[in-house]
T-cell receptor, first 111, second 109 residues
Framework: TAGITQAPTSQILAAGRSMTLRCTQD?????MYWYRQDLGLGLRLIHYSNTAGTTGKGEVPDGYSVSRANTDDFPLTLASAVPSQTSVYFCASSEGTDTQYFGPGTRLTVL | GQNIDQPTEMTATEGAIVQINCTYQTSGFNGLFWYQQHAGEAPTFLSY??LDGLEEKGRFSSFLSRSKGYSYLLLKELQMKDSASYLCAVMDSNYQLIWGAGTKLIIKP
């Protein structure tokens, strides 16, 4: 199985533009997560979803929004990108509170 | 606040043994995870501890002491492919993972 896929792999975005990072899993996991990873810092949770139709805010939710219309997809939207959102973004999924499995990541640069 | 501490970088020799420590202070404890992350790749799951003691899985072992807020990852018979970052994460009382910044392990021939 593919597990978790993310798109795009990388992107350069002008400040003020909007963008949606895509995440799809085929493991039928009920929980999904978005993290950002910055040099010297641990992974930080942006938003999460415990099940389709519900979402919650993580540690650093400002400037980001998510939706969970179905089990498989969990897109992350930046409404108006700022340079501080330059980061590597990882999507993950889990069955309940079990082990989280990660997608390959999206490297985003905001100029 | 919640805090996970692990060394920033460690160096070891191929064929040797290395121990990577992790100390934590979190609001609640529902298990501790270790992940491996090669440069430019996604984190991949290595081990999970929720009870005190040692969990062994091949060349990798993970130890937990809840009373001390302490864990370590032990890697034996080091191989060059073990060069990676090792991430310690604790599941808190809200069942969210709190992550350390990771330990970059450099293996020398």
């Amino acid at each position: 199985t593919a597990g978790i896929t993310q798109a795009p792999t990388s992107q350069i975005l002008a400040a003020g533009r909007s963008m949606t990072l895509r995440c799809t899993q085929d493991m039928r996991h009920n929980a999904m997560y978005w993290y950002r990873q910055d040099l010297g810092l641990g992974l930080r949770l942006i938003h999460y979803s415990n099940t389709a139709g519900t979402t919650g805010k993580g540690e650093v939710p400002d400037g980001y929004s998510v939706s969970r219309a179905n089990t498989d997809d969990f897109p992350l939207t930046l409404a108006s990108a700022v340079p501080s959102q330059t980061s590597v973004y990882f999507c993950a999924s889990s069955e309940g509170t079990d082990t989280q499995y990660f997608g390959p990541g999206t490297r985003l640069t905001v100029l | 606040g919640q805090n996970i501490d692990q060394p920033t970088e460690m160096t070891a020799t191929e064929g040797a043994i290395v121990q990577i420590n992790c100390t934590y202070q979190t609001s609640g404890f529902n298990g501790l995870f270790w992940y491996q992350q090669h440069a430019g790749e996604a984190p991949t799951f290595l081990s999970y501890n929720v009870l005190d003691g040692l969990e062994e899985k091949g060349r990798f072992s993970s130890f937990l002491s809840r009373s001390k807020g302490y864990s370590y990852l032990l890697l034996k018979e080091l191989q060059m492919k073990d060069s990676a970052s090792y991430l310690c994460a604790v599941m808190d009382s809200n069942y969210q993972l709190i992550w350390g910044a990771g330990t970059k392990l450099i293996i020398k021939p």
